[in-house]
């Protein structure tokens, strides 16, 4: 994980790097449920994994993806980004945990979304650093607040 550009000290990345954080321990969490066979327990971590992802995904790919992808250089990254999403998102949304193979989908899917994580983090928010105008991070940081209503007018 990167740490030497500064992105890390831009509220709104500082953001999209907390929520990466709680999908992770939520998805690690229901990895471990699986190894002990506890559906019930991973069912719902990877509910709530959904839940998070959903919000999380409509703050990236309407405020810092969109206004991104207007630029050739990112727009093919970007679009491979959120192909992957929708792939997750459907997995989840489809899962069934009675299913070995499911189950195997979703510890490869956890695997992958810790690679797909970096693409963002050592990829995509270094280079907004001197992608972005103000104007593109006000446009940002507009998209994730719609999409987290809940946290307030203080937050990025």
């Given amino acids: ?16 790097i907390a929520e990466h954080e ?13 190894e002990r066979d506890d559906t019930v327990r ?13 919000v999380h995904w409509r703050g990236e790919e ?3 993806f969109a ?8 727009r ?8 992957e999403h929708r792939e997750l998102a459907e997995l989840l949304a ?15 899917a956890v695997d992958e979304l810790h690679h797909h994580i970096a693409k963002e983090e050592d990829g995509l928010f270094p280079a907004s650093l001197t992608a972005l105008t103000g104007e593109e ?8 607040r719609e999409a987290h209503p809940q946290a307030g007018p203080e937050a990025p």
């Fill in 1 to 16: 994980m990167c740490h030497y550009c500064g992105c890390r000290d831009i509220p709104l990345i500082k953001e999209f």
């Fill in 94 to 108: 489809t899962v069934d945990l009675a299913d070995a193979d499911d189950r195997a989908k979703v510890v490869a």
């Fill in 62 to 64: 309407n405020g810092l």
């Fill in 22 to 34: 709680s999908v992770t321990d939520l998805a690690g969490d229901a990895v471990r449920a699986l």
């Fill in 67 to 74: 206004v991104m992808r207007r630029d050739e250089e990112y």
């Fill in 42 to 54: 991973a069912a719902e971590l990877l509910r709530r994994m959904a839940g998070e992802l959903d």
């Fill in 137 to 144: 991070w006000n446009a940002s940081m507009a998209a994730w």
């Fill in 76 to 83: 093919a990254y970007i679009e491979a980004l959120e192909v």
